[in-house]
């Protein structure tokens, strides 16, 4: 199992610019996150998906778009970078256990530069 | 709002024990999460709490008081491969939303 992938490794963009970071997980884990991280702040929830089809949003998802049409990939689009989406993103999955989703499997990770 | 506290930085002796403390505010509460965060790397699962009480696994153990908002990392017999960030991370509601504190950062000396 390859567990969570995340594509590219690293990015510069300019201002403006959209580009959609990839996310795979060959697990069969209905659960799906995407995350940010920068210093100082800890990781923050951008969205999530319980399932294909179901999307929600998490606690920064403006200037994100989502969506989840197969199990194993979840894309997280950004339609016009701005340099404040600078930061290191993260995907996760999780799989149901006694009802609820708790351990999460984090993706290497992907660093965005917007200049 | 959520508020999620750790100390930001910690420093301990190899061999040692130390405890990492987290105290949340938060609007309801469905389980709390420790994780491990080695620099530049993901970050990966250490423990989950949901009841009050002490969670063991091997030479962590994590503690939980939802009364106080309270909850502690307990790591012994630290080795320096344990120098990370750990994170506290709390599950508000049942919908799967997730916030997490900034991070502590450990060191462990020899």
């Known amino acids: 199992n390859a567990g969570v992938t995340q594509t590219p490794k690293f990015q510069v963009l300019k201002t403006g610019q959209s580009m959609t970071l990839q996310c795979a997980q060959d697990?069969?884990?209905?659960?799906m996150s995407w995350y940010r991280q920068d210093p100082g702040m800890g990781l923050r929830l951008i969205h999530y998906?319980?399932?294909?089809?179901?999307?929600d949003q998490g606690e920064v998802p403006n200037g994100y778009n989502v969506s989840r049409s197969t199990t194993e990939d979840f894309p997280l689009r950004l339609l016009s970078a701005a340099p404040s989406q600078t930061s290191v993103y993260f995907c996760?999955?999780?799989?149901?256990?006694?009802?609820?989703?708790?351990?999460?499997?984090f993706g290497p990770g992907t660093r965005l530069t917007v200049l | 709002g959520q508020n999620i506290d750790q100390p930001t930085e910690m420093t301990a002796t190899e061999g040692a024990i130390v405890q990492i403390n987290c105290t949340y505010q938060t609007s309801g509460f469905n389980g709390l999460f420790w994780y491990q965060q080695h620099a530049g790397e993901a970050p990966t699962f250490l423990s989950y709490?949901?009841?009050?009480g002490l969670e063991e696994k091997g030479r962590f153990s994590s503690f939980l008081s939802r009364s106080k908002g309270y909850s502690y990392l307990l790591l012994k017999e630290l080795q320096m491969k344990d120098s990370a960030s750990y994170l506290c991370?709390?599950?508000?509601?049942?919908?799967?939303?997730?916030?997490f504190g900034a991070g502590t950062r450990l060191t462990v000396k020899p």
């Open positions: 991370a709390v599950r508000p509601h049942n919908n799967n939303d997730m916030r």
């Open positions: 697990m069969n884990h209905e659960y």
């Open positions: 709490n949901v009841l009050d």
């Open positions: 998906s319980v399932g294909a089809g179901i999307t």
């Open positions: 996760a999955s999780s799989y149901r256990y006694e009802g609820t989703y708790n351990e999460q499997f």
